[in-house]
């Protein structure tokens, strides 16, 4: 790897560990935990995305990683008492997220065909898969780092 890329790698690494310190936090509602497994969701989908680029498929570019969104989006809300801030964030990213998503199908299946609507269900599915293993993160309860528990024997 170059020196940039080293770099990159740096700066996202110490923006992920600022994020997870961010969550001991117990006002931000486990959000930057959020915001880091969407970071890291991108940062895996990357690689697919510039390749979908190079290869005149721009439409379908970021699939994967809305697909990993959509997960991860509703698995953070499952069982959460979220504020109404929190709500509105969620709802508008879930409904752009999906809103993008459509417009990727239109355009694969009108330029391509059932062959572009096909390889638009393949990489939905790379992303859903992606975002479900990502999303087992909130399945599992997290201890804080700093927090007591007032649980009994």
């Not at 890329?5 to 994020?19: E, M, N, Q």
Request: glycine share 14%; aromatic share 8%.
């Amino acid at each position: 790897m170059s020196r940039k890329s080293w770099g990159k790698v740096g700066v996202i690494v110490g923006v992920l560990v600022a994020l997870l310190a961010l969550d001991v936090f117990i006002s931000l509602e486990g959000l930057p935990v959020l915001a880091a497994l969407l970071g890291f969701a991108f940062l895996v989908t990357n690689r697919p995305r510039l390749w979908l680029k190079e290869h005149d498929r721009a439409g379908a570019a970021l699939l994967p990683f809305l697909a990993a969104a959509f997960v991860l989006l509703l698995g953070f809300t499952r069982g959460r008492d979220l504020s109404q801030g929190g709500l509105l964030l969620i709802t508008l990213a879930l409904v752009f997220d999906i809103l993008l998503a459509a417009l990727a199908l239109i355009g694969e299946a009108s330029k391509r065909g059932l062959k572009g609507a096909g390889e638009f269900l393949g990489l939905a599915g790379l992303g859903l898969a992606l975002g479900f293993v990502l999303s087992l993160v909130f399945l599992v309860e997290m201890g804080r780092l700093g927090g007591t528990s007032l649980a009994g024997p």
